[in-house]
T-cell receptor
Framework: NAGVTQTPKFQVLKTGQSMTLQCAQDMNHEYMSWYRQDPGMGLRLIHYSVGAGITDQGEVPNGYNVSRSTTEDFPLRLLSAAPSQTSVYFC?????????????FGPGTRLTVL | LAKTTQPISMDSYEGQEVNITCSHN???????ITWYQQFPSQGPRFIIQGYKTKVTNEVASLFIPADRKSSTLSLPRVSLSDTAVYYCLVGGSSASKIIFGSGTRLSIRP
């Protein structure tokens, strides 16, 4: 199993541009989520999904959209990039939702918005 | 997900035992306590999980007192490679939002 994969690894955007961060998992996990991590800070939950077709907002959803058309994929869209969205983005998945299940994280995407 | 409080940072030396305590006063009956470790430039990874008393694996031990309002992650004989951020999560199977918080930044010196 590849586990949780994320593309791209690095990305530089200009203010106002849009882009999609890709996340995929091959473990048939129902629960997927996106976090952002600013330098020296903890993880903040952006959006999550408890299954295909079901998504919900986390702590910091503004400026981001998600969709979950398949179990495997959970893309994160930046609608109009802003410098405040410069961060490292991590995707995670678990077999089921709930804090009891182990969260598996991808390697992250480092995004810089100029 | 129960609110947790843990120290922002800790320092120790190679070969020492390190104990990181997490407070979770409003833990619910069905909640489990889970610890994750995050190395620089990587996503967090699962270390250990417990419900009560003591749990031990090849990496760490987790001590949970009878009232379950706190828990202590114990790392035996740490090395430089244990330098990381450690997160304490408290929640059960019904928690749909997994909130990690700020974690404890552990620095190990030679």
């Amino acid at each position: 199993n590849a586990g949780v994969t994320q593309t791209p690894k690095f990305q530089v955007l200009k203010t106002g541009q849009s882009m999609t961060l890709q996340c995929a998992q091959d473990m048939n996990h129902e629960y997927m989520s996106w976090y952002r991590q600013d330098p020296g800070m903890g993880l903040r939950l952006i959006h999550y999904s408890v299954g295909a077709g079901i998504t919900d907002q986390g702590e910091v959803p503004n400026g981001y959209n998600v969709s979950r058309s398949t179990t495997e994929d959970f893309p994160l869209r930046l609608l109009s990039a802003a410098p405040s969205q410069t961060s490292v983005y991590f995707c995670a998945s678990s077999r089921e939702y709930g804090a009891r299940d182990t969260q598996y994280f991808g390697p992250g995407t480092r995004l810089t918005v100029l | 997900l129960a609110k947790t409080t843990q120290p922002i940072s800790m320092d120790s030396y190679e070969g020492q035992e390190v104990n990181i305590t997490c407070s979770h006063n409003n833990i619910a009956t069905n909640d489990y306590i889970t610890w994750y470790q995050q190395f620089p430039s990587q996503g967090p990874r699962f270390i250990i999980q417990g419900y009560k008393t003591k749990v031990t694996n090849e990496v760490a031990s987790l001590f949970i007192p009878a009232d379950r309002k706190s828990s202590t992650l114990s790392l035996p004989r740490v090395s430089l490679s244990d330098t990381a951020v450690y997160y304490c999560l408290v929640g059960g199977s019904s928690a749909s939002k997994i909130i990690f918080g700020s974690g404890t930044r552990l620095s190990i010196r030679p």
